[in-house]
Antibody
Framework: QVTLKESGPVLVRPTETLTLTCTVS?????????????MSWIRQPPGKALEWLGN???????YYTTSLQRRLTISRDTSKSQVFLTLTNVDPADTATYYC???????????????????WGQGTMVTVSS | DIVLTQTPLSLSVTPGQPASISCKSS???????????LYWSLQKPGQSPQLLIY???NRFSGVPSRFSGSGSGTDFTLRITRVEAEDVGVYFC?????????FGQGTKVEIK
């Protein structure tokens, strides 16, 4: 069975660093035959739309939304089938449900990456508050 | 950033009746490679989002044929020919033609 599961703290204090883990099962982060796959982090603040945060691709390339580039790092441990989100200097505006999702196939060209998600985790709610 | 505006924001449908959701983009989503990276997904209550339609009109694996997508440029539509009880949830469009990738605000579909 193919699953993705997010985990991490429920509450984080302002200015602290948030680290979330996405553990996948049923597939490998490095696809054996398709090099054009990846993983993504997306979040949804309460009552607001989904916001794409960034991706890490099979080849190790990373792609971040501009607004969070200075604070966001996405990394992985392929041996543990885990993808990580690290967000520094958090603010109450970072309060959201955070999702990881799988990119089954992407296209890359001079304008960037193009893809969507075929599998999502259940999400984990993170509150930033003192 | 590209703004995707979905209408309506909520929809109450009688089972067996059709439904349609619009997603309008603030910019043309046709990429120079000839593809349009516009997707539709559904988040059922208590579940993770699931991909329904990719690149405007292609049904993802396992998606019932009652779901269809259409459109071009800046105007896109998701249609359900005959709504079933299991179709309730929040539908959202997403684009990855332009950086950063963006989502519509979602349309909540409920059954009358």
């Amino acid at each position: 069975q193919v699953t993705l599961k997010e985990s991490g703290p429920v509450l984080v204090r302002p200015t602290e660093t948030l680290t979330l883990t996405c553990t996948v099962s049923g597939f490998s982060l490095i696809h054996p035959t398709n090099p054009y796959t990846g993983m993504s982090w997306i979040r949804q603040p309460p009552g607001k739309a989904l916001e794409w945060l960034g991706n890490i691709f099979s080849n190790g390339d990373k792609y971040y939304t501009t607004s969070l580039q200075r604070r966001l790092t996405i990394s992985r441990d392929t041996s543990k089938s885990q993808v990580f989100l690290t967000l520094t200097n958090v603010d109450p505006a970072d309060t959201a449900t955070y999702y990881c999702a799988r990119i089954p196939l992407y296209v890359y060209d001079s304008s960037g990456y193009h893809a969507s998600f075929d599998l999502w985790g259940q999400g984990t709610m993170v509150t930033v508050s003192s | 950033d590209i703004v995707l505006t979905q209408t309506p924001l909520s929809l109450s449908v009688t089972p067996g009746q059709p439904a349609s959701i619009s997603c309008k983009s603030s910019q043309n989503l046709l990429h120079s490679d000839g593809r349009t990276y516009l997707y539709w997904s559904l988040q059922k209550p208590g579940q993770s989002p699931q991909l329904l339609i990719y690149e405007v009109s292609n049904r993802f694996s396992g998606v019932p044929s009652r779901f269809s997508g259409s459109g071009s440029g800046t105007d896109f539509t998701l249609r359900i020919t005959r709504v079933e009880a299991e179709d309730v949830g929040v539908y959202f469009c997403m684009q990855s033609t332009h950086f950063p990738w963006t989502f519509g605000q979602g349309t909540k579909v409920e059954i009358k």
